[in-house]
């Protein structure tokens, strides 16, 4: 196993917004080439994956934000609370009320190429805001010291544009904060992100494995 920096990351709490991964639901853009239940699948497998990274990272508190019922796939370690009504950006915002007083991380479900090592060393102390920018012109994680500050920070940020991330940064830096940025990573949306993630996920990736056996099945 690769030894993790012994950078000691400042979050008080690591939350993952994520959606119950139901065909039909989630990644409807990979359908197709792929079917629904296989999608589904794959989320599944993404999931999992950001799930036992959060897992592995030293903090307080990790709290899964759901939209649908917990199934298998959640480890213990967790706790679930329910995604607020509204926007993404009305989700995001309420899912900042779970924390305590100390600083918090958000991270999503799409990026299973995630890993202890590149979160514990991406954190340093002193900053009110991380950010982590997505290839598709979004974000894959958003911090904040004061998570009070969350809500009048990303209320009203369009959501789901290839401008979503910019828009969110300027955000942050108009508002005198001093953002730390992490690496970009990409988002499974499509099949070509797909194949592009799964090369850069680590060894043991379930995400990695499940697209491997489909891509084998379809030759």
């Not at 903090?59 to 796939?73: E, S």
């Not at 005198?176 to 988002?187: A, K, N």
């Amino acid at each position: 196993m690769t030894a993790l920096p012994r950078t000691t990351p400042p979050w008080t709490t690591l939350l993952v917004i994520a959606k119950e991964p139901v065909p039909g639901r989630v990644k409807t853009r990979l359908t197709p080439p792929y079917l629904p239940r296989e999608a589904a699948t794959l989320a599944e497998a993404a999931l999992t994956d950001t799930l036992h990274t959060v897992l592995q990272v030293p903090v307080r508190r990790r709290v899964l934000v759901l939209d649908g019922a917990p199934g298998p796939w959640l480890p213990s370690g967790f706790e679930v609370v329910p995604q607020a009504e509204g926007g993404l950006d009305e989700r995001i915002a309420a899912a900042f009320a779970h924390c305590d007083d100390g600083p918090a991380l958000l991270v999503g479900m799409d990026t299973p190429q995630l890993t202890p090592g590149l979160l514990i060393a991406a954190a340093r102390d002193g900053a009110d805001a991380w950010f982590g920018p997505a290839a598709d012109g979004g974000f894959w994680a958003l911090g904040f010291a004061d998570p009070a500050r969350a809500g009048d920070l990303v209320r009203g940020v369009p959501m789901s544009t290839d401008r979503t991330g910019p828009i969110q940064r300027r955000r942050l830096a108009d508002a005198g904060l001093l953002v730390r940025d992490l690496p970009t990573l990409r988002d499974v949306d499509t099949a070509a992100d797909a194949a592009t993630v799964a090369a850069c996920c680590p060894p043991g990736s379930r995400f990695a494995a499940t697209l491997a056996a489909y891509t084998q099945a379809a030759r």
